[in-house]
Every structure is written in C-alpha cells, then in structure tokens.
C-alpha cells in the first residue's frame, strides 16, 4: 500500500488548521523545503516564521508565542531540536511549562547522506529528560496525523521524531492511536517492541521467528513518554527485545529498562546503536552497519531466547 511523505503529512495538517485554529503559529530554522513547509508563509501570514540557522532563537520565540497565547509548532532537523537548543527547550518551554510541539526529523539513519552531524542518535534521550515533556516516535504516515492531530489538546512540551520521507504502510485508516501503543501481532515465546521505522522490521523479524518455531508478538510503543500504563500487564511474563533507531542509551529500551526494573519475571535485551556515532551512506548500509536489520533482530531474538 502506497504511504504518504512524512513531511507531506506535516505540511497539509498545518494547512488544514491554518484557519479552523487562528492560533496555530509555524516555526522553521532554514529547512522549510526539506519539510514541505515552504509555501505555508501564504496561509499562516506573520504566523509563520522562518527564523534563518538560529535554532536557539527559534526555540525563544516559540516561547514567546506561547505567552502570547500561540500553539507553536516548530520543526527542525532531530539533532538540531535537541542537542544543539537543549538547555533552551528545558528552561523557555519546558520549565515554563509553555505549550509548544517540536517536530525533529531525519530521524537515526534516516538522515542518511547528511552524514554523522546531522544523525540524531540521542534525542530520545535528552527529551525524555524534560520533566512533564510528552515524546512521540511516529512509524508510519496514518499515525504521524492521528499523533499531530492528538498535540492540538495535549498541554505543555511535545517532541515528536519522525523520518521526512515516505514510511512503509503500517496501519489502516481508521486505527485508533489513543492508548500510545498498538499491538500488532500477539505471540507466546517473545514479545519484541520497536518503535518508528523499526516497527517495520520488528514485522518481518516475527516471520523469521515464526519460521523456527518461535511465536513473536509485536508491539509498536509510538508514546515513549509517559509510557501506557496498561502496557506492563502485556510485557509481564515473558521476554521482550526492544528495537530502535537510536543509542540504546535514553530511548526505547532505556524506558523499557526503567519500567520494567522493579519486576522480575521479565527478561530484557535492548537492540540499538551502540556507543556509535553518525556516519554517511545509503539507508541499507547504515542499517546493516548499526545491527538493525531484521535478519540482525532475529538472530539476536534466537540467541537471547535460548540464553535467558
């Protein structure tokens, strides 16, 4: 099934409320045509500011915005949203507990030919630092609108990671995104839980699994903060391998690990990037360079079953 561009998705959700909610205010730090954004200046008017490569000041006047009463939604490349504006998204919007979602794209190795500086592998991490933040990885183009669609009433600091370009069609219309996880196939033996373009690889993994016998369920954890907290009667009782596209320290598996520390009848092992830092090539290569393919997954699920 054909999916729609993830920038696409973005770019037509702000044009769609640009006049229904008046007070939808459009953020960009120079990378307007790399998110489809770059003709909205006509529909949002002096509500759509392009503040040049100055992601720190965007940062401030979104702030302001949202003093003024403004829902700012700004968009920026991931390792710029977090690493290089963090101590200005903990303090302006965070400790102001100002209303405010920032959209990091070029998710991981998504970022592909830009190479290891733009090759965010942490931001998971520094905003699930943020006390009260709401952090979102968005795996397919269905559930990146319903997930923008949920930030027009969600109150205080929203990061949402997401890769720009068209993702593998994972949902149906109609799903319903409400709980912060989908489980998207039930299974006996295992339980691997991934989250953005790792759902899709989660997927095939189940059907190698299911080739040696083994019965793998799948859940996709799109809400990394706060986590569901009907989640953990799921996970409890049998082991559960996490995926992502991220260092394994601060995402996905990190939150898993905290979430999971107190109970003891659940094995854990967490499949990420390790200690690694960015690098360019083709999306393949990088994914088979940073052990996260779904032929890598399986092997790692066979293993860790068999030495639990």
């Keep these: 099934m054909t999916s729609k561009e993830m920038r696409l998705v973005y770019r037509d959700f702000l044009a769609e409320h640009s006049h229904a909610t008046e007070r939808l205010a459009v953020l960009e730090a120079d990378l307007s045509s790399?998110?489809?954004?770059?003709?909205?200046?006509?529909?949002?008017?002096?509500?759509?500011?392009?503040?040049?490569?100055?992601?720190?000041?965007?940062?401030?006047?979104?702030?302001?915005?949202?003093?003024?009463?403004?829902?700012?939604?700004?968009?920026?490349?991931?390792?710029?949203?977090s690493r290089r504006v963090f101590d200005q998204v903990f303090l302006s919007l965070g400790y102001a507990q100002l209303d405010a979602t920032i959209i990091g794209s070029d998710a991981g190795v998504s970022a592909e030919m830009n190479g290891g500086t733009h090759m965010p592998f942490e931001d998971l991490g520094l905003m699930r630092l943020i006390p009260q933040a709401t952090v979102f990885e968005v795996s397919d183009d269905i559930q990146f609108k319903a997930v923008l669609e949920q930030t027009l009433t969600l109150k205080g600091l929203t990061y949402i990671r997401t890769i720009r370009k068209a993702p593998q069609r994972i949902y149906p219309e109609n799903q319903d995104f409400t709980k912060g996880f989908c489980q998207l196939r039930d299974g006996q033996d295992v339980t691997i839980v991934a989250s953005g373009i790792m759902v899709a690889e989660a997927l095939k993994v189940a059907d190698l699994l299911e080739k040696e016998g083994i019965s793998a369920a799948v859940i996709d954890l799109f809400r990394i903060k706060p986590l569901p907290e009907e989640l953990k009667g799921i996970l409890l009782g049998k082991p559960v391998l996490t995926a992502e596209n991220h260092n394994q320290i601060g995402g996905l598996g990190s939150a898993l690990a905290e979430y999971l520390s107190e109970e003891n009848n659940c094995p854990l092992r967490r499949i990420g990037v390790k200690e690694r830092f960015g690098q360019v090539g083709q999306m393949s290569y990088l994914m088979e360079e940073y052990g996260l393919t779904a032929q890598h997954l399986a092997d790692e699920t066979l293993d860790f079953i068999n030495t639990k």
Excluded: C, Q
């Design 34 to 81: 790399s998110m489809a954004t770059n003709k909205l200046e006509e529909l949002f008017g002096k509500r759509y500011v392009n503040v040049g490569i100055m992601e720190a000041e965007m940062m401030g006047v979104a702030a302001g915005l949202s003093l003024l009463g403004y829902k700012p939604y700004i968009h920026t490349f991931g390792p710029f949203a």
